[in-house]
């Protein structure tokens, strides 16, 4: 991989680029779907992709290819070098210069032998034995579908300005989708654990009893009156908060002025429990890795330090037009989350409960309702209705309301269960009001 992207680097600059970027990733995949103890789905597959992108007189064109074949490749680095002269100069166009310091990929636990040495017959024996599980509990009713899934992938990275470098990383993931209750009174959720390490996931027996406890626990819902209450965010809320956040401090999303954050860098935006953190050099976790797709070192970034906004999270490209400095998170043409997540506190998810008089333990919603440009939020909703400080029915029919700054300025608890299912996270939070509309 290393020798073909050099080389194609330097048949970029024999062809008149200025600049020249050659990624190439190879992997192969697993995926099971199963639903009532038969396979839905199956696909097993390699695959091999190269993709590059020349600059020329800050004209940018890019290409990329399957076939891996040198003619083929020779002809992709010529045409691209061509199309680039015609398209129109960009200022702000132009690789990443090349940066002294490094990280060591083997420190960061991106890889796990284990997962591409797994055969098809155990994988889909964990998706059926964790479907199998869940419907031995009587109260559910019926399956989603259990599914299991692998990934195995390399990546490399060269261009012009002297960058070169490689990791390879590991994911898998189990999870079943369940549902309880009649025709007329039926409920749904799920569970699934994520890792880049096989060990380290959940077994089939821990996935099937967290997704049958988060199903049946909402049996029976009732209706509640529109009212102003405390908002309790399980982790999974949280995260989906978090994931609004990111969209509102990427820089590709600021410098389109489409997020109601755009100038507020320096300023007080939430709680000063708030504290954001991207974290790329965290061992193991999903979000980590050593250099991103412009080829700079990734990093740990905080985003919110006790409530004041610190830093947007930046490629190449983002932090030229912001007049920034890249944050390490380019990925593609924008820029991704590495570890993004809300800093635990110190309180556990039963004294975050028991402070609540009378509120909402968020568990789930649906819709969109998301506006990055206002910060507004209205989405439709699922979850226990607390009452003295103890859950006392589960509701649904519900909205809930609000916006993101006033939701981060409310944050009044903080736990202590912060987990990484994904590159984005965050612990169960306490907010001091949001609009909750029933009847």
């Not at 420190?107 to 599980?133: F, N, Q, S, W, Y």
């Not at 490689?166 to 409920?187: E, H, I, K, P």
């Not at 037009?321 to 989350?337: E, F, H, I, Y």
Request: hydrophobic share 40%; glycine share 10%.
């Amino acid at each position: 991989m290393r020798e073909l992207a050099e080389r194609l680097v330097a048949w970029g600059k024999a062809d008149g680029a200025d600049e020249i970027e050659v990624s190439v990733v190879e992997g192969r995949e697993f995926s099971v779907d199963v639903r009532r103890g038969r396979i839905e789905n199956l696909v097993e597959a390699g695959s091999r992709v190269l993709g590059l992108r020349v600059i020329k007189d800050k004209r940018t064109a890019v290409a990329g290819s399957s076939d891996l074949e040198p003619g083929t490749l020779r002809r992709l680095v010529r045409n691209a070098v061509r199309r680039a002269e015609l398209a129109e100069p960009d200022e702000f166009a132009g690789l990443a210069p090349l940066t002294p310091s490094t990280v060591d990929a083997a420190a960061l636990r991106l890889h796990d032998p284990e997962v591409p040495a797994l055969d098809p017959k155990t994988m889909i024996g964990l998706a059926l034995e964790t479907e199998r599980i869940a419907l031995a509990d009587r109260r559910i009713t019926n399956s989603h579908g259990a599914s299991f899934s692998s990934d195995d992938a390399a990546v490399f990275l060269a261009n012009s300005n002297g960058f070169s470098g490689g990791f390879s990383g590991t994911y898998c993931g189990l999870g079943v989708g369940l549902q309880a209750g009649g025709t007329n009174d039926r409920v749904e959720d799920s569970w699934y654990s994520s890792k880049r390490f096989f060990r380290e996931l959940a077994s089939p027996e821990d996935v099937a009893k967290k997704a049958v406890e988060r199903t049946v626990r909402q049996l029976r819902p009732r209706k509640v009156r529109t009212k102003n209450v405390p908002v309790v965010f399980d982790p999974t809320m949280t995260s989906w908060v978090m994931g609004f956040l990111f969209s509102c401090v990427a820089g590709t999303s600021v410098y389109q002025k489409a997020s109601f954050l755009s100038e507020k860098l320096g300023e007080r935006i939430g709680n000063p429990l708030v504290h954001v953190v991207d974290d790329a050099l965290i061992p193991g976790e999903l979000g980590s890795r050593p250099f991103d797709s412009d080829g700079v070192p990734c990093r740990r970034t905080v985003v919110v330090d006790k409530g004041v906004l610190r830093n947007f999270l930046c490629n190449v490209y983002a932090a030229r037009k912001l007049r920034l400095q890249t944050t390490g998170n380019a990925d593609g043409g924008g820029v991704s989350p590495h570890n993004f997540s809300l800093a635990p506190g110190k309180s556990t998810p039963e004294e975050i409960v028991r402070s609540v008089k009378e509120g909402l333990l968020l568990t789930r919603t649906l819709g969109h309702g998301l506006n990055s440009v206002t910060g507004d939020i209205s989405r439709g909703a699922f979850g226990l209705w607390i009452e003295n400080g103890e859950i006392a029915y589960p509701v649904s029919e519900i909205t809930i309301s609000g916006n993101l700054g006033a939701l981060l300025q409310g944050i009044e608890m903080v736990g202590n269960d912060l987990e990484f299912l994904s590159p984005v996270a965050g612990p169960t939070i306490k907010v001091a009001g949001m609009t909750v509309a029933g009847e």
